[in-house]
């Protein structure tokens, strides 16, 4: 029986993916790039979400302070082939899988959300009760009363 496409990742594959997460960070530490774009670069690996057959990866990063996010992607997109090779020699898996390098959009939802949260009219509605309900009877306590 196949798995479905939409399934979430199997325990191998974050164990996996959470194993090339730390050695990315000792490769990119490691590293000295010529690439002007890349070199003295502080990059954060956020997460490594590795396909179903562990042969794929892509690393999700983001540069100190979102600063050249698209610029520093694409960097190391062009540096993926010597990042790899450089990954074969920290991990101890049968394949080292083919590296794709994407911005990590989780601090711009997570920013949407809290600016969500502050304005006025939701902040006001969640000030209404301190139990986030909404004020109104619950529907059991009125069937349970005595008339």
């Known amino acids: 029986m196949g798995r479905n496409r939409d399934a979430s990742p199997s325990l191998r594959q974050l164990?996996?993916?959470?194993?090339l997460r730390h050695a990315v960070v000792l490769v990119?530490?490691?590293c000295h790039f010529s690439d002007p774009q890349l070199a003295g670069a502080n990059i954060t690996v956020t997460e490594v979400k590795v396909s179903p057959d562990l042969k794929s990866?892509?690393?999700?990063?983001?540069?100190?302070g979102g600063e050249d996010l698209q610029v520093?992607?694409?960097?190391?997109?062009?540096?993926?082939?010597?990042l790899r090779g450089q990954l074969g020699h920290e991990i101890n898996l049968r394949y080292t899988p083919r590296l794709g390098?994407?911005?990590?959009?989780?601090f711009d939802r997570a920013m949407r959300v809290e600016n969500l949260l502050a304005a006025p009219r939701v902040r006001r509605d969640l000030?209404?009760?301190?139990d986030g309900s909404d004020g109104t009877a619950n529907s059991d306590?009125?069937?349970?009363?005595?008339?």
């Open 15 to 19: 164990r996996v993916g959470e194993e």
């Open 28 to 30: 990119l530490g490691r």
């Open 57 to 64: 990866a892509t690393v999700f990063v983001m540069p100190l």
């Open 72 to 82: 520093t992607v694409g960097a190391l997109n062009r540096a993926s082939g010597f």
């Open 101 to 106: 390098f994407a911005a990590d959009q989780s």
């Open 127 to 130: 000030a209404a009760t301190p």
């Open 141 to 147: 306590e009125d069937d349970n009363s005595v008339a």
